[in-house]
DNA sequence: CGTAGTTTTGATGTCAGTCAAAATGTGTGG
DNA sequence: CCACACATTTTGACTGACATCAAAACTACG
């Protein structure tokens, strides 16, 4: 998941299109480089910014992984979302300039720091630079929609194929194996994002274990048959394989 | 819910502090109606946009109220929001330039469309305006964010409670009554959007009712004790009032 | 006033949550 | 390298909140 050099800037980083400067021309990545401040490395469990906190920098993930989540006054969390490579984290903050919810690594992880007030300046004089920020914020929404989606009216079954198939189609397009990869996320994380208890999560994966759609050891996942995963999603009549769902 | 006359513009439309008009110089409000088209009126459950269709204007709530949606392949629909006065319809689409949900009003309706060429071309001229959108773009992430929290791990009697607050809270920042108001969305419309089943809210409803805490005539909603409302929507024990529940 | 749509109310079933304990994995210090 | 403690995951038994099915009551509108 490590990218090249920590000195990498954004003209030669991998992820250059699917971050803040596609679109944009050479000179223009220039500018927006120079206000990209350190790639700071984050440690498993550490928090990058808390719910609450005032809001200076907006963050892309470079590499490793985070989860974002809003806790409730007695402390009951909510996993809104998980970030990967490529992706702004901070975008909910814009608003009053106040995060809305908190932000933790997955696994040790670098992030491009992107301070507010400067980045604001360049999307003023760069126009496809402000373009492409409502791009991604834009893009932020459909797939808060998606997940409200899932939330709605889905079965657990239906949560679990989702959740693979999502994060399937991400790892693709990032270049990785859109087959087999890495969970970097506990059972716990799964659940709460999927608004399912713990136990459910483990009983689905044993289920879709067992039938042969995907291999499961650890935190490994193969998926042995992306088609099947797929239809699995439809919530119609969909029986097939194994003793009753 | 209607506003001043139909040839109101931005300038004197009492709505432009929630809107795209907020922290912008009256030279530069004048610029932005320049470009905002027709106050085109729309009847109940008339389509403002369809999923999918490519989408050449942004869409402000002048008057009254709409329900979007996002269908599956078999029709299935979820409901992602509600739109009151002053809200911005649309951005979901700035990603790809096409809709990703339906949106239909929910009673007659007054919309201003912006189109998306023009609004872009005075973003990159008048910073201010270009903040005021990713402020709204902000916005809406948040309120998605607030639904997920919702819709993740709420029972029906949480979800009911945090509805009609939610309505509350918006009715009164327009400046109508917070603890008296109808409701445009039909039972099935508020069931799809919480995740329940149209029974239950109905269940719901007459529990709220009995015990006091609203009254409720049809459409009409009365909230006779807000403080006990909001009590409802910590997730720990509270019992008070009712027969069990 | 009659028909169609919406909402309410009642009876029953089920999916997923909860509780509990076993199994497995992870980390630390001797 | 092993032993022990602690965290995470899995598995099983039971329960309950909400969905589903069905029908009645209410509204609205021509």
């Given at each position: ?21 596609y ?71 814009l ?9 933790v ?16 300046e360049?999307?003023a ?24 989606v899932?939330?709605?009216?889905r ?6 194929a ?84």
């Amino acid at each position: 998941m490590e990218s090249s050099s920590h000195t990498t800037s954004c003209l030669d980083c991998r992820l250059a299109d699917l971050c803040l400067p596609y679109g944009l021309q050479i000179s223009e990545v220039m500018l927006l480089d120079k206000i990209v401040k350190a790639k700071r490395p984050i440690r498993t469990d550490e928090f990058l910014y808390v719910q609450g906190e005032q809001c200076r920098n907006l963050y892309a993930v470079k590499s490793g992984s985070f989860r974002s989540f809003i806790a409730s006054s007695e402390g009951v969390e909510q996993t809104i979302g998980f970030y990967l490579p490529g992706e702004i984290m901070g975008l909910d903050s814009l608003q009053h300039g106040n995060f809305t919810c908190s932000t933790v690594a997955l696994e040790t992880a670098l992030v491009c720091e992107l301070p507010v007030t400067r980045l604001n300046e360049l999307c003023a004089q760069i126009p496809s630079l402000q373009r492409q920020m409502m791009r991604m914020l834009s893009k932020e929404i459909v797939s808060d929609h998606e997940q409200i989606v899932l939330l709605g009216h889905r079965s657990a079954k239906e949560k679990m194929a989702t959740f693979l198939l999502m994060l399937s189609q991400r790892y693709g397009a990032l270049g990785f194996s859109d087959t087999e990869f890495n969970l970097s996320m506990r059972r716990q994380d799964i659940a709460n994002f999927l608004g399912l208890s713990i136990e459910t999560v483990s009983r689905q994966f044993a289920l879709l274990n067992k039938n042969g759609v995907i291999t499961i050891k650890q935190r490994g996942v193969q998926i042995n048959d992306l088609t099947l995963l797929r239809l699995m999603i439809e919530p119609c009549s969909n029986e097939r394989f194994s003793t009753a769902n």
